[in-house]
C-alpha cells in the first residue's frame, strides 16, 4: 500500500518550487514544468523518492538504531519538535551546535552537565550555594536544555539525518557526509539533490507540505519500531517454548535413566537368587555323598 498519493501531494501544495532564476540545474530532473516564472515539482518523481525514504528510515528504526531530525527554520521547527516527540526520536530545532556530531563527545559532555545539574537541585546542593551562584547555574541548565534536551537520550551517533532544508542545514549535511552518515532531505527547486544520500523533491517553505512529509515519515518509523518489538517477542516466545521443551526432554531422559537402573536392580536380584539356589543345591549334593559314604 502506498504512504501517500499524487492527490494528497497536490493538495499540500509539496509541488510548488522557487522562483525559476533561483533554480539548481542539478533538480531538472524532478523539475516538471515553469509556470509564471514559477518552477513545479514533478509530484510522481517526490512520490517515488519519498517511498524510497521511508522504507529506509522504517529499516534503521527497525534495526534499533536512531534518526536525527534537523528543522531549524521557523515554519517546520514546532512541527517536526511535535511530531517527532511522539517517536523517541532525537531532533534539534534550535541552532545547530556546530560540530555536534564531528566533535560528539564533547557534545556529550554538555548533556551529562545538565544531568549533573539536575543532580545538585535533588540532592541538596543548591541550598549550600549563594542566590547569584543558583541564578547563574540555572541559566546554564535552561540554555543547555534549549540547545541539546532534545538529544538527551541520543548516546551514540545518529544512523541517519533527516534535514528539512539543506541550504539552511549545509552544516549539519556537511558533518554527515564527513562521517559517512546517510542523510534523508526534503530538496527544493534552489537546492542540488546531489548532496544527499535520500533527495525528496518538495516544497521546503510551506508548513503543510512540511507537516506531510514528517507525518509519512515519522509513521514509517513507528512501523519499524512496531516490527521490531512483534520480533522481539517471538523470539521470546520461542525461547520459552524451547526451554520448555528442553526440560521435558531432561525429564524424560532422567526417567528413562531410572527406569533403566530399576531394571539393572531387578536382573541383579535374580542373578543372586539364582546364585543361592545354585550353591544350596551343590550343598545338598554334598551332603549326599557324605551320607552315601557312610
Known amino acids: 500500500m502506498p504512504r501517500t498519493n499524487f492527490n494528497e501531494l497536490l493538495d499540500a501544495g509539496v509541488h510548488f518550487g522557487h522562483l525559476k532564476r533561483k533554480w539548481n540545474p542539478a533538480m531538472a530532473p524532478y523539475i516538471f514544468m515553469e509556470r509564471n516564472g514559477i518552477h513545479i515539482i514533478d509530484l510522481e518523481q517526490t512520490e517515488k523518492k519519498l517511498e524510497e525514504a521511508a522504507s529506509a528510515i522504517k529499516q534503521i528504526a527497525k534495526s534499533g538504531k536512531k534518526i536525527l ?71 546554564q541548565r535552561a540554555k543547555l536544555e534549549k540547545m541539546l534536551g532534545s538529544i538527551a537520550d541520543l548516546t551514540r551517533l545518529p544512523a541517519a539525518l533527516f534535514v528539512v532544508d539543506i541550504i539552511k542545514e549545509y552544516i549539519a549535511v556537511r558533518e554527515a557526509k564527513k562521517l559517512a552518515i546517510p542523510v534523508i532531505a526534503m530538496v527544493d527547486t534552489n537546492s542540488d539533490p546531489n548532496a544527499v544520500d535520500f533527495p525528496i523533491p518538495a516544497n521546503d517553505d510551506a508548513s503543510k507540505s512540511i507537516s506531510l512529509i514528517v507525518d509519512i515519515l515519522c509513521k514509517s518509523v513507528e512501523e519499524g519500531l512496531n516490527e521490531r518489538k512483534t520480533e522481539k517477542e517471538k523470539e521470546s ?36 537368587e539364582e546364585v543361592e539356589v545354585k550353591l544350596q543345591r551343590e550343598a545338598g549334593d554334598l551332603y549326599d555323598d557324605d551320607f552315601s559314604d557312610e
Not at 545547530?96 to 544531568?115: D, E, Q, Y
Not at 531432561?250 to 542373578?271: G, T, W, Y
Request: hydrophobic share 35%.
Open 69 to 139: 531530525f534537523v528543522a531549524t527554520k521557523k515554519q517546520a521547527k514546532d512541527i517536526v519538535a511535535d511530531r517527532v516527540k511522539q517517536v523517541n526520536m532525537p531532533y534539534v530545532t534550535e541552532r545547530w551546535p556546530g560540530g555536534m556530531l564531528t566533535n560528539f563527545p564533547t557534545i556529550r559532555k554538555a548533556v551529562k552537565k545538565m544531568s549533573s545539574i539536575d543532580k545538585m537541585a535533588t540532592d541538596g546542593t543548591f541550598d549550600n550555594l549563594s542566590k547569584r551562584e543558583k541564578l547563574q547555574i540555572t541559566r
Open 237 to 272: 516466545d520461542g525461547k520459552e517454548k524451547r526451554s520448555a521443551k528442553d526440560s521435558k526432554a531432561a525429564a524424560k531422559k532422567i526417567r528413562s535413566v531410572k527406569a533403566e537402573e530399576f531394571e539393572d536392580d531387578e536382573e541383579v536380584e535374580e542373578e543372586g
